[in-house]
Antibody
Framework: EVQLVESGGGLVQPGSPLKLSCAAS????????LNWIRQAPGKGLEWVAS????????YYPDTVKGRFVVSKDNAKNTGYLQMNNLRSEDTAMYYC?????????WGQGVMVTVSS | DIQMTQSPASLSASLEEIVTITCQAS??????LAWYQQKPGKSPQLLIY???SLADGVPSRFSGSRSGTQYSLKISRLQVEDIGIYYC?????????FGSGTKLEIK
């Protein structure tokens, strides 16, 4: 069974860093893209990062480029999202998801709140 | 960036009714379109990919179609378990973008 489990969320002050983790199981993690998508409270979905299977290429929208860094450790079957210089508008539920382009499996999500 | 204009924003329909949700892409995305369902308090679930292909385990009452740059999701006979918010998503080019969502309720 494919499973993705996020962790590392919480309440942080503006300007602070935070690192999210995504533990994967039930599939060949090293052969799959890893993606992060977020959803602000009561709002729609926003793609925030993708990384290719071997970790050599990463992609971001302009809203997070230069602040967020996606990575994956294929030996540990775990993906990461390092978020720096967090802003109030980064407050959201963050989901990791499998696949490239289409997101066929999603984690349960982890909440990140940026507030002073 | 490719904009996905989704309509309607909300929809109330009766059980067994046919429901249609549409997404208009701002430029050609071919068949690079997916539909997701998000039930209250849950993660989104992939319903349709490649504009018309049904994802594993998704009931056959769901179907997707394309006419040019307009894409549609149809639910042939609405069931209680279909309530939630539906999103389209283009996978043609980065940044990957979603429609604004359609909230589906039972009348």
């Amino acid at each position: 069974e494919v499973q993705l489990v996020e962790s590392g969320g919480g309440l942080v002050q503006p300007g602070s860093p935070l690192k999210l983790s995504c533990a994967a199981s039930g599939f060949t993690f090293s052969s799959n893209w890893l993606n992060w998508i977020r959803q602000a409270p009561g709002k729609g979905l926003e793609w925030v990062a993708s990384i290719n299977p071997d970790g050599s290429s990463t992609y971001y929208p302009d809203t997070v480029k230069g602040r967020f860094v996606v990575s994956k450790d294929n030996a540990k079957n775990t993906g990461y999202l390092q978020m720096n210089n967090l802003r109030s508008e980064d407050t959201a539920m963050y989901y990791c998801a499998r696949h490239g382009g289409y997101f066929d499996y999603w984690g349960q999500g982890v909440m990140v709140t940026v507030s002073s | 960036d490719i904009q996905m204009t989704q309509s309607p924003a909300s929809l109330s329909a009766s059980l067994e009714e046919i429901v249609t949700i549409t997404c208009q892409a701002s430029q050609d995305i071919g068949n690079w379109l997916a539909w997701y369902q998000q039930k209250p308090g849950k993660s989104p679930q992939l319903l349709i990919y490649g504009a018309t292909s049904l994802a594993d385990g998704v009931p056959s009452r769901f179907s997707g179609s394309r006419s040019g740059t307009q894409y549609s999701l149809k639910i042939s006979r609405l069931q209680v378990e279909d309530i939630g918010i539906y999103y389209c998503q283009q996978a043609s080019s980065a940044p990957l973008t979603f429609g604004s969502g359609t909230k589906l309720e039972i009348k």
